[in-house]
């Protein structure tokens, strides 16, 4: 079992950036690949990042690339996702997940998933 909590989320400025942090608690965090996803009222959940439970492979979606920035510290159990040159279309509740070993843009194949944080982007 695995208990995830986000943070980090706010009212930013387009161009601006945010930090947000997935805290990690339960057993075996370093054996979890872990997601970054997103989602609009209305709409279907999207996907944002994912890392590998190594660290060693990261990917991302099209719409946030050389822009967002996934990371993980093991030591500390968490995992992050650095946004830069935020746009107004970035506003969503932004979720982490986990599932085994290797990263998915899949929502579905997740077996864990945090309560969410709300990112606005104002233009």
């Known amino acids: 079992q695995v208990q995830l909590v986000e943070s980090g989320g706010g009212l930013v400025q387009a161009g601006g950036s945010l930090r947000l942090s997935c805290a990690a608690s339960?057993?075996?965090?370093?054996?979890?690949?872990m997601g970054w996803f997103r989602q609009v009222l209305g709409k279907e959940r999207e996907f944002v990042a994912a890392?590998?439970?190594?660290?060693?492979?990261?990917v991302y979606a099209d719409s946030v690339k050389a822009r967002f920035t996934i990371s993980r510290d093991t030591a500390k159990n968490t995992v992050y996702l650095q946004m830069n040159s935020l746009k107004p279309e970035d506003t969503a509740v932004y979720y982490c997940?986990?599932?085994?070993?290797?990263?998915?843009?899949?929502?579905?194949?997740?077996?864990?998933w945090g309560q969410g944080t709300q990112v606005t982007v104002s233009s």
């Open positions: 890392i590998n439970w190594s660290g060693g492979g990261t």
């Open positions: 997940a986990a599932r085994p070993l290797i990263g998915s843009g899949s929502w579905h194949e997740y077996d864990y």
């Open positions: 339960g057993r075996a965090f370093s054996s979890y690949a």
